[in-house]
């Protein structure tokens, strides 16, 4: 799949406008986080190669856009098999490209990214429409959706097929046409599929990948006049520049944002069972998910407890170079991220707070290769107030801060007090109480006594400042299209 051009052996990345590969004069440098050198060039697009991207979208929107929804399911459904049968491939680029361990992108991100293709196409074909009679006016009225037009879709560099698919599949899925922005980071895997597109049955012009950075080829994209609707997901400064930008056209945003995730431990909790779950939602790829749990909540009975089986327990959550099938966790994104996560230690300790394990005290033993790659161990933090930057800003990296608390309200009211809203862990065998607990906590979606389990039909989202809108089966399809009511007098 990948095929490396010259350019001293680096992989050079074209952008796909129209079902053609376009080559760009500018390029980004992009690293692979496990050594910290070069592999990459990303072109560097602006206005220019949006502007055609956004033409090729607009010139396929209303053949694409008539096909019946079994048509357009056909292609999601046969894109899905390339991907499927390219797996392995996917994985290794996505593992090398992001710095996740290649078993993470072989068991979730490639199998997910097929998955999302394949759940819009099926969901897309069951969606019923309202319709209400008024006898007494001689009336019956209905409503019908129609697609949006080019949807502007702009992923993060975490999950990059996985998250830039959650878009696609649905814009498409429902008769969109798109223009497509991933991370300059983690460009590569949104590349390689774009050379299975002709095969799949996608009509040029349906899907189009511009690559390049947010201010330049982002911005272009938000502040398009013929881009009417927007899905970001990415950081909530990010979001405040593309909400001003987009707003002088009204368009349709659906934002998924930034996140401090807390998860809610009661004395009567299955200790096992909670510990081995805490630590993978902690730390799973590289602590680098918007869902990853990074304040912890522990009933004071159980605190000491918790405390030294959670550390031990992080101990062994191996950080290791990340084609290792034994590493838990790779490489963080970039070197100034690392320095950023780092920076956050550096000030729970400024700030009173003690480091268990992981940074400062835990050495990573890696290769002479990778001795310049971006690894950081899990990290375990106490001691810290409410109020302290590490219980209040996102650090997504391998970092969590436990705490201790004394009672149900009491916890409720520390957890709510962040300006995030995402998600949120509840650990209790109380019935009552983790229905009433889940209810109480401002966040999008709760889990009780588990993790990261996800039907796909219902809304992913945020509160607060963790974004606007929600994703999901009927979500997504109410995003991407337009409704419009009839009213039939007769």
């Known amino acids: 799949m990948p095929k490396m051009a010259d350019n001293r052996t680096h992989l050079v990345l074209e952008n796909y406008i129209g079902g053609t590969f376009v080559p760009c004069s500018r390029h980004i440098d992009s690293y692979d986080p496990s050594t910290g050198e070069v592999y990459c060039r990303v072109p560097d697009s602006d206005k220019e190669e949006v502007e055609a991207a956004v033409k090729a979208a607009k010139e396929a929107f209303p053949e694409w856009s008539s096909k019946s929804p079994a048509e357009r399911a056909k292609v999601l459904h046969k894109l899905a098999d390339l ?16 710095g996740k361990t290649i078993t993470f992108a072989r068991t979730v991100d490639i199998p997910r990214s097929a998955h999302n293709f394949r759940f819009f196409a099926s969901s897309v074909l069951h969606h019923t429409t309202d319709c209400s009679q008024m006898d007494h006016m001689g009336c019956v009225n209905y409503t019908v959706r129609s697609p949006v037009g080019v949807a502007g879709l702009i992923s993060p560099w975490n999950l990059p097929l996985y998250l830039l698919t959650w878009k696609i599949a649905p814009a498409i899925a429902t008769g969109n046409t798109v223009v497509a922005k ?12 774009c050379k299975l597109l002709e095969e799949a049955g996608m009509p040029p012009g349906v899907v189009n990948i511009v690559f390049g950075t947010g201010p330049r080829a982002g911005d272009a994209l938000v502040s398009h006049p013929d881009v009417p609707l927007i899905s970001f997901t990415g950081s909530t400064g990010t979001a405040r520049v593309i909400t001003e930008h987009s707003a002088p056209y009204c368009k349709k945003l659906s934002l998924e944002l930034g996140a401090k995730n807390p998860a809610i431990i ?3 909790a299955n200790l096992e069972e909670c510990i081995a779950t805490t630590v993978r939602s902690s730390f799973s790829n590289q602590g680098e998910i918007c869902l990853c749990t990074s ?3 522990v009933e004071r009975s159980i605190y000491p ?24 966790n790779g490489a963080l994104i970039s070197k100034e991220h690392l320095e950023k996560v780092r920076g956050y230690v550096k000030l729970a300790q400024a700030e009173g707070g003690k480091v268990h394990c992981g940074e400062g005290v835990d050495t990573l033993e890696l290769p002479e290769r990778n001795q310049n790659g971006y ?6 933090i106490t001691d810290v107030t409410d109020t302290s930057r590490c219980m209040q800003e996102e650090i997504f990296g391998p970092v969590t801060c436990v705490v201790p608390f004394d009672g149900e309200e009491e916890v409720i009211r520390r957890a709510n007090g962040v300006k995030y809203g995402l998600s949120a862990t509840v650990w209790s065998r109380d019935v009552g109480r983790v229905h009433r607990v889940a209810r109480s906590l401002q966040a999008g979606l709760v889990w009780t006594n588990c993790w990261l389990i996800r039907d796909l039909n219902l809304p992913f989202g945020g509160m607060k400042s963790s974004g606007v ?22």
Do not use: C, N
């Not at 991907?83 to 090398?96: D, G, N, Q, R, V």
């Not at 690894?375 to 375990?380: K, L």
């Not at 809108?469 to 007769?490: A, L, P």
């Open 266 to 268: 009661f004395q009567d």
């Open 375 to 380: 690894f950081m161990p899990p990290t375990v």
């Open 182 to 193: 991933p991370s300059e980071m983690t460009s590569v895997t949104a590349w390689m599929m």
């Open 469 to 490: 809108g929600r994703e999901g089966g009927q979500d997504s399809y109410h995003f991407f299209t337009e409704v419009k009511t009839i009213t039939i007098k007769h």
């Open 83 to 98: 991907i499927e049968a390219h797996l392995e491939e996917f994985a290794l680029a996505e593992s090398k490209d992001q």
């Open 305 to 328: 407890e918790f405390l030294q089986k959670f550390v031990e327990a992080a101990q062994r959550w191996r950080t290791g170079v990340p084609t290792d099938t034994s590493s838990d």
């Open 295 to 297: 304040r912890i909540f």
